[in-house]
């Protein structure tokens, strides 16, 4: 037997991006050909589709992990690697997603809407790509980055014009099966219904949908009974019916009382989705008037609540079907004006916004955990950490000068780092030093070294001379004396 399932935690986690390969062109009489490594694959995305065939959470019940696959590694012969294909999971029609603060990132409403709960990872460079006037050959290539890891909260919010709202036993699930071909399980005891039950209507040309919103009763919205699970049910419900039972023998219950207690519930509740269920449009049915005793109090009351809420009140029958004709189009006349009223909608718009003039791209604190330490936040510099091989010293001379170039170390000096100070950047912490002008590699012993990072070797006047005509760096007084 299915379940029905409106509630799950989502564990995304997108692929890794392939690596960058460093390779070396090499054929008869060519021995150094230049670099040929090839870019490394994207890794495959975590991906949310609507599907109108699927009506509940419940494969993400049973499976709660979603993985995407990784890029493949990039080869030589400028041979990229291959991207990997996104992974798509199907959500029903009104899913919507949080975070697990209760943030909403995204609702999903409308057939092959689409949202990437974790996007994959970028594939690494090779090195040819890296390739450049003052690095011509390079020894290194970028590693692809790790896919996005997320925790998401789904929750299902049907999609239906009209809520029915009723104490248990009220008669909501038996006027659903009376109205449309949807067969709920119907019985004399409370709480049978356990789960919203949906149903299609037509009324004339108008066909719209109905939900028995189960297990309301005084408390629900503070967690009491069913209710708090099943309010956001009615959240995207045009119309609100109060269904009420005038064949009831418990003590206390009227039908003016059953409508105020639940009235009650809907104004504590707050939407997630935003608006207010106090401008929705009610109707109320006065149900089980095939009962003698239950259509004398339908007689008495329905004056009394016309007074006090001011709502349209029609008596019915699911039994003898009396009044539901009557029911089915007031439904459709309310459900017809709110569809009049809705704007029309429009194409989607992409919405861009552009980084402030002044926006340097990253932030540098204070190390609250080490004591004249330095953390540096950002999404540029913690991605090409991400992307560095530091076993390769080359790979590492690279990075010191996009940080450079992106203006870290000149904020780490006004924000007072001295040299030796230690320095965070994502998850690696390192001791800073003001770097040697970049551009030393042209002149290295070896691939895959940077002579900046050899503290038994100075730099000598030939290759600060290379560095200043890679990076036009202005010259000492010492060179301007000597002429170098």
């Known amino acids: 037997m299915s379940r029905f399932v409106d509630r799950v935690v989502l564990h995304a986690t997108a692929g890794a991006g392939g690596n960058g390969c460093a390779s070396v062109h090499r054929e008869k009489f060519k021995p150094l050909g230049g670099p040929d490594g090839g870019n490394g694959g994207r890794g495959g995305s975590v991906v949310l589709v609507v599907d109108p065939g699927v009506h ?24 990229a690697g291959a991207n990997a294909e996104d992974v ?7 899913t919507v997603v949080f975070t697990p603060e209760g943030e909403i990132v995204a609702d999903l409403v409308g057939p092959g809407t689409r949202f990437v709960a974790a996007e994959g990872g970028r594939g690494g460079l090779g090195n040819a790509a890296l390739a450049s ?14 896919g996005e890891q997320r925790d998401l909260v789904l929750e299902l919010r049907s999609l239906a014009d009209v809520g029915l709202l009723g104490f248990p036993s009220a008669g909501k699930s038996s006027l659903v099966a009376a109205l449309s071909a949807a067969r709920p399980k119907i ?65 206390g219950r009227d039908p003016v009382a059953d409508v105020r207690a639940l009235e009650e519930e809907l104004a504590r509740y707050t939407p997630a989705l935003g608006g207010d269920l106090a401008d929705r449009p009610r109707l109320i ?7 003698p005793d239950a259509a004398d109090l339908a007689d008495l009351v329905a004056a009394d609540l016309t007074a006090e809420f001011g709502w349209p009140v029609l008596r019915i029958s699911t039994a003898s079907r009396v009044g539901l004709r009557e029911l089915t189009f007031a439904m459709a006349e309310q459900v017809a004006a709110h569809r009049a009223a809705q704007p029309v909608a429009e194409a989607t718009r992409v919405v861009l916004r552009p980084t402030a003039v002044d926006d340097s791209g990253f932030t540098v604190e204070d190390d609250p955990e080490v004591e004249g330490g330095f953390v540096v936040r950002g999404a540029r510099p913690e991605r090409w950490i991400r992307q560095t091989s530091f076993d390769n010293d080359e790979a590492v001379g690279y990075l010191a000068d996009r940080l450079a170039r992106l203006g870290v170390e000149d904020a780490l000096a006004k924000a007072g780092a001295r040299p030796g100070s230690p320095v965070t950047i994502g998850d690696v912490t390192f001791d800073w030093e003001p770097s040697t002008p970049a551009g030393v590699a042209v002149l290295m012993s070896g691939r895959g070294t940077d002579r900046r990072l050899e503290s038994d070797e100075r730099i000598s006047a030939a290759e600060r001379k290379a560095a200043r005509q890679a990076r036009r760096i202005p010259r000492t007084d010492a060179e301007l004396a000597d002429g170098s």
């Open 133 to 146: 006037a003052a690095r011509k050959a390079p020894g290194f290539a970028l590693l692809g980055e790790p």
């Open 88 to 94: 798509e999971l199907l959500v029903p029609d009104g």
């Open 187 to 251: 019985a004399d005891y409370p709480f049978t219904t356990l789960v919203p039950q949906l149903g299609v209507v037509t009324a004339g040309e108008q066909v719209f949908t109905v939900a028995d919103v189960p297990g309301l009763i005084p408390g629900a919205s503070q967690g009491r009974g069913l209710g708090l699970d099943f309010l956001r049910h009615i959240e995207r419900c045009s119309v609100l019916v109060h269904v009420v039972d005038c064949a009831t023998f418990e003590p």
């Open 285 to 291: 049915a006065l149900n089980k008037v095939d009962v």
């Open 56 to 79: 509940t959470l419940l494969d993400f019940h049973h499976r709660p992990h979603a993985m995407g696959r990784n890029g493949k590694q990039g080869q030589g012969g400028f041979r």
